[in-house]
C-alpha cells in the first residue's frame, strides 16, 4: 500500500536551517509529483510547496518562497524539504504528502515536528 | 490576499445532515478550483475525503458527499456518526501552482 514516511525534524535555532526527507512506497513514485504540508501548534493546514514529477518546476507558498527548497531524487523515491532562515513561526508539524493527480493530495505521511526555538 | 473560508465550527445531533461549505473572500469556488477535502482527528494526519469536487477517496463512506453549491464547495455528511465529529478542511487550487486550504471547521456531533 501507499506509504510516505517523513524525518529529519528537530528543534533548532532562529535562523537555523533543516532538511527534512521523505521515503515514498507503495506506488511508482517517478509518475507522481509530491506536497509538504504543515500544521502549527492548534492551528490549522498550510500548504507549503509541491514537486512535479521530474523535480523541474516546483512551486512554493509565499509564506516560505526563497527560504525553503522541495526537491525529490526518483532513483530514491524520495522528496526533501530544505529549510533555512528559519522562524519561530516555521514551528509545525510537517507533512509530505503524494499528489492525486486531479490538484489534490491522496496520501499523507504522519509528519515529523519541527521547533524553531532558542 | 484573497483567502480560503470555512465555518470555524459546527454541530449536528446524530443521525442528522450537514453541509460545511469552502468559499472564497474574493470570488467564487468552481470546479476549476479542484475543491477537495480532508478529516483530521486530533494528533493524526489528516485524511483524504473528497477530490476534485465530488470524487470520493478510496474506502470513504457514501455518506461523505461533494459539491458545489451556489459560489461555495460543499461536504455534506449524511447520517452523522459519533466518530465523524473531528476537524474538516478543504483544499483549493488557486491557480499558477497554488493551493490554500480553509481554517478548517470543527464539527461536534451531539
Known amino acids: 500500500q501507499v506509504q510516505v514516511v517523513e524525518s529529519g525534524g528537530g528543534v533548532v535555532q532562529p535562523g537555523g536551517s533543516l532538511r527534512l526527507s521523505c521515503e515514498a512506497s507503495?506506488?511508482?513514485?517517478?509518475?507522481?509529483?509530491m506536497h509538504w504540508v504543515r500544521q502549527a501548534p492548534g492551528k490549522g493546514l498550510e500548504w507549503v510547496a509541491h514537486v512535479k514529477t521530474d523535480g523541474n518546476v516546483k512551486w512554493y507558498a509565499d509564506s516560505v518562497k526563497g527560504r525553503f527548497t522541495i526537491s525529490r531524487d526518483n532513483s530514491k523515491n524520495t522528496v526533501y524539504l530544505q529549510l533555512n532562515s528559519l522562524r519561530v513561526e516555521d514551528s509545525a508539524v510537517y507533512y509530505c504528502?503524494?499528489?492525486?493527480?486531479?490538484?489534490?493530495?491522496?496520501?499523507w505521511g504522519q509528519g515529523t515536528l519541527v521547533t524553531v526555538s532558542s | 490576499q484573497t483567502v480560503v473560508t470555512q465555518e470555524p465550527s459546527f454541530s449536528v445531533s446524530p443521525g442528522e445532515t450537514v453541509t460545511l461549505t469552502c468559499g472564497l473572500s474574493?470570488?467564487?469556488?468552481?470546479?476549476?478550483?479542484?475543491p477537495s477535502w480532508y478529516q483530521q482527528t486530533p494528533g493524526q494526519a489528516p485524511r483524504t475525503l473528497i477530490y476534485?469536487?465530488?470524487i470520493r477517496s478510496s474506502g470513504v463512506p457514501d455518506r461523505f458527499s461533494g459539491s458545489i453549491l451556489g459560489n461555495k464547495a460543499a461536504l455534506t455528511i449524511t447520517g452523522a456518526q459519533a466518530d465523524d465529529e473531528c476537524d474538516y478542511y478543504c483544499m483549493l487550487y488557486m491557480g499558477g501552482g497554488i493551493w490554500m486550504f480553509g481554517g478548517g471547521t470543527k464539527l461536534t456531533v451531539l
Open positions: 507503495g506506488f511508482t513514485f517517478i509518475n507522481y509529483a
Open positions: 504528502a503524494k499528489d492525486g493527480g486531479n490538484w489534490n493530495i491522496d496520501h
Open positions: 474574493s470570488g467564487s469556488v468552481s470546479t476549476s478550483s479542484y
Open positions: 476534485s469536487t465530488n
